[in-house]
């Protein structure tokens, strides 16, 4: 995998509707090398049209990081494994990176 900058590396958000339900997502896409890293951020408020309705929950947000070629698997993975109709994916590029840390994704998810 050629790398050229830290626009090849993408964080992917999605949020999930339990902190079990993110640990499992996190800690599976880390094992399979989907991300090299998921932050999760537990207790966030949403405010969300929904079927007709303005909803409101909580959620816990997460941040994969991955890279480029990545992005397709772990969406197919998230889409799988969610609990939601439909869950949220959106994919963020950095501008900018520090070169070792982006090294360190590329590197943690590259297999033995």
């Not at 993408?10 to 999930?16: F, P």
Request: glycine share 4%.
């Amino acid at each position: 995998m050629r790398l050229r900058g830290a626009r090849d590396f993408k964080i992917v958000l999605t949020t999930a509707g339990s902190p079990s339900e993110a640990r499992r997502l996190a800690s599976k896409a880390v094992r399979q090398r989907q991300a090299a890293c998921v932050n999760w951020i537990p207790k966030i408020h949403s405010t969300y049209w929904w079927k007709g309705k303005v909803t409101s929950a909580i959620e816990c947000l997460l941040l994969f990081k991955t890279t480029r070629q990545q992005v397709p698997e772990l969406c197919r993975f998230i889409r799988k494994n969610h609990s939601y109709d439909l869950p949220e994916l959106l994919v963020l590029s950095p501008d900018q990176g520090e070169t070792a840390y982006l090294a360190w994704i590329s590197d943690s998810l590259k297999t033995t």
